[in-house]
């Protein structure tokens, strides 16, 4: 069982910047591919980001260039540093553990965080 829990997300002018984190609880956070998403009103749940365990990324095409996802073993910690910031970055940020554990795969989800972009 993973447990996630999201912080850092509030309000900012376009153009700014935020680090959302993602702290796991569980003893097997190292064998998670762990990602984020996003829910703006009215649309469906999308993918921003991923990154596995040997820290390899891969990035929603939207946010290519301006987001960057990272990861601490360590800290069991997932983040997202989210520059140059757009009205449209608005939405709920949720993070995601895709995790390995007895020959099974598991998906986790935090309580999501709100991001708001604007002036």
């Known amino acids: 069982q993973v447990q996630l829990v999201e912080s850092g997300g509030g309000l900012v002018q376009p153009g700014g910047s935020l680090r959302l984190s993602c702290a796991a609880s569980g003893s097997i956070f190292s064998r998670c591919v762990m990602g984020w998403y996003r829910q703006a009103p009215g649309k469906q749940r999308e993918f921003i980001a991923n990154?596995?365990?040997?820290?390899?990324?891969y990035y929603a095409d939207s946010v290519k260039g301006r987001f960057t996802i990272s990861r601490d073993n360590a800290k069991n910690t997932v983040y997202l540093q989210m520059n140059s910031l757009k009205p449209e970055d608005t939405a709920v940020y949720y993070c995601n553990g895709r995790c390995r554990s007895g020959g099974n795969t598991y998906d986790y989800w935090g309580q999501g965080t709100q991001v708001t972009v604007s002036s």
């Open positions: 990154i596995n365990s040997g820290g390899s990324t």
